[in-house]
């Protein structure tokens, strides 16, 4: 199995989102797994409405620290926005493969704000979708950062 960790600065959105769909659409190969390096404390509510409208389940999430899983031995670590990707990563993470797929914040859109986030959700289940279809001699840094350029 797999052991993936997202981040994502506030753990609100974007890493809540992808542990949910790597969760629903990875069993049993992949258990993922999501945290932030300064977390707001609290799910984004359209994050939980998003992927209630996609059938997946919403119950259970929480914005938490990457220091709460200073125990797991994660064999991917993914940052979905550009702080998390620019910051020093905690000295557990160092033998992970380690990738970015930038996305923009969709709680900083005004206009169109629900659509944003529908829109996260997609291309971030499009991205998981790829990453389940890697056989196990492809799971490596450069097939995996790969996947966001299709």
């Known amino acids: 199995m797999y052991k993936v960790l997202f981040l994502c600065t506030g753990n609100s959105c974007r890493s809540i989102l992808a542990e949910a769909i790597l969760n629903h659409?990875?069993?049993p190969r992949f258990q993922a797994y999501s945290a932030g390096s300064q977390p707001t404390g609290q799910?984004?509510?359209?994050s939980?409405?998003?992927?209630e409208k996609f059938g997946l389940s919403n119950q259970g999430f929480k914005s938490q620290s990457w220091d709460e899983f200073s125990e797991i031995d994660f064999d991917i670590v993914i940052t979905v926005c550009d702080n998390a990707a620019n910051e020093t990563c905690p000295l557990y993470l160092g033998k992970a493969i380690k990738v970015h797929w930038g996305l923009p914040d969709p709680d900083k859109v005004v206009q169109n704000r629900y659509q944003a986030f529908e829109d996260t959700f997609v291309r971030l289940k499009y991205w998981i979708e790829q990453l389940i279809g890697l056989q196990d001699q492809e799971m490596n840094q450069k097939n995996i950062q790969e996947i966001i350029k299709e």
């Open 43 to 46: 799910v984004n509510p359209d």
């Open 48 to 51: 939980l409405a998003v992927l």
């Open 25 to 27: 659409y990875g069993q």
